[in-house]
């Protein structure tokens, strides 16, 4: 899963030549070609979490109904009715998952970066670890 990850945020920060053109997203990306394995993988876990959540999804005390994989399986549209569709509520996960590892790898970075340019700083925080410890 680590190499899926790591392929699918290298592919995700690209800009590929098409996109440069403008041409449409059903035009597959030469540059994201790469990534398909790991879209596949994705997938496959997304849905087994689904089928398991849908057939029990009180299972585990620790996992609550109404998290967000629930709460986007059973969204409905205000207006149709309609239910998400399970390529939907895919594309929301991926997209939960890539944000969350993009923003807390970029607040982390910035930490240390800033942490390394302030002794002062970077001293009040060893000694607040140190205290925590």
């Not at 089928?51 to 149709?80: G, K, T």
């Amino acid at each position: 899963m680590r190499a899926a990850m790591r392929t699918f945020f290298d592919a995700l920060g690209r800009i590929d030549p098409f996109d440069l053109l403008d041409l449409p997203e059903f035009i597959p990306r030469v540059s994201r070609l790469h990534a398909r394995p790991a879209m596949r993988l994705f997938d496959q876990a997304i849905d087994d979490m689904i089928a398991a959540r849908e057939q029990n999804p009180e299972r585990d005390a620790f996992r609550p109904a109404h998290d967000i994989l629930m709460l986007l399986v059973r969204a409905r549209d205000a207006e149709s009715g309609h239910h998400l569709t399970q390529q939907e509520i895919r594309a929301n996960v991926l997209t939960f998952m890539a944000v969350g590892h993009e923003t807390t790898a970029n607040a982390i970075t910035w930490a240390l970066y800033l942490l390394s340019r302030s002794p002062e700083w970077r001293q009040r925080v060893r000694t607040e670890a140190e205290r925590e410890a």
